[in-house]
């Protein structure tokens, strides 16, 4: 496909299946090639059924192998996606629309990567061959413009929190880790250590914090004043102030469970610090030794002090791999 960085306009298609931790991966791709060069950007989100969703996409794309069949009508020159159910759609754009469109798929697809143009994977995943690009962690949207423009939408009660702040990312049980109450005790008091210091917390939970983790952590916002808490669970209670608590930081605390969070955190240039999870860490090793490496993470022991790092900007490199790629096609 000829492509011109210069004077050609790129159409993005972002597929996911809506969640915000998978989508966002995707988006922030196809945002950092709008840096780059005039891009459209439009989501879709994978309608599917429950037997089909938990079909293998090999299966899936057997079953439905037109865009149609997933509710997609353009014809984009770029479609990105992440997550399992993106991949038999982006098959079926790819089987349409041959040369003319670029497919990048975002984490190991777990089928051969040959399906796509491009596979973009952790690299704590092992994945490799011709069309395949690591990075460390996973794509994000920070950027340095977003967290100030979203700090400034949350400038009222960030104003009711003192420096030094510290922000906390709370994940939960995965297939690798385990939130259990032992775990949770010790975040509550690294939580009750950053309080006695004289620090202001702001803790964002995940759609995998379990209730029980989360009324606990609203009861010590109640009892302590300069404690705010955001449950992503809670459908009422407004704005995500997520940009907002990594722009507005001083440190960042995260989970070890979550690559996103972790990944996030490292993007904006802050210390960072983990905070235990139960479990084997496995392939986790592998992200927590370059993050330690690249962004001096190390687990949190009571002190927010840290050498200092390049804020981590890997999906902007990506961007540009991207660019080179279509480029050659």
């Not at 037997?51 to 192998?65: D, G, Y």
């Amino acid at each position: 496909m000829p492509h011109s960085q210069q004077n050609a306009e790129l159409t993005c298609l972002v597929i996911s299946d809506g969640r915000r931790g998978i989508e966002n991966q995707a988006l922030g791709l196809a945002e950092a090639l709008s840096s780059l060069v005039e891009t459209t950007i439009s989501k879709h989100i994978v309608p599917t059924s429950g037997i089909f969703k938990a079909l293998p996409p090999s299966i899936q794309f057997l079953l439905k192998s037109k865009p149609k069949d997933y509710g997609i009508t353009s014809a984009p020159k770029i479609a990105i996606g992440c997550g399992r159910q993106a991949i038999a759609a982006l098959m079926a754009l790819k089987k349409s629309l041959g040369a003319d469109i670029f497919t990048v798929y975002v984490q190991d697809p777990r089928i051969n990567p040959q399906h796509f143009d491009l596979v973009i994977a952790p690299e704590h995943d092992g994945l490799s061959g011709p069309n395949v690009q690591t990075m460390i962690g996973s794509p994000n949207r920070i950027t340095a413009e977003r967290l100030k423009d979203e700090v400034q939408k949350f400038t009222a009660k960030l104003d009711e929190l003192p420096k030094p702040r510290v922000t906390v990312l709370i994940g939960g049980t995965s297939k690798t880790h385990k939130l259990t109450k032992e775990v949770h005790q010790g975040h509550m008091q690294a939580i009750c250590t950053l309080a006695e210091q004289g620090m202001s917390v702001m803790l964002t939970t995940s759609r995998r914090t379990p209730n029980w983790a989360v009324e606990d952590y609203k009861k010590i916002s109640n009892e302590q004043k300069h404690i705010w808490v955001w449950d992503c669970q809670k459908q009422d209670c407004g704005d995500n102030p997520y940009f907002a608590f990594l722009g507005a930081a001083d440190a960042i605390l995260a989970t070890q469970d979550s690559t996103n969070m972790l990944t996030e955190a490292c993007a904006t240039g802050k210390p960072v610090f983990t905070l235990p999870m139960a479990g084997t860490p496995g392939k986790f090793a592998i992200l927590y030794s370059n993050l330690k490496k690249r962004c001096h993470v190390v687990p949190f022991e009571g002190s927010i002090r840290a050498s200092a790092y390049e804020p981590l900007n890997e999906t902007a490199r990506l961007a540009e791999i991207i660019l080179q790629y279509i480029d050659k096609n």
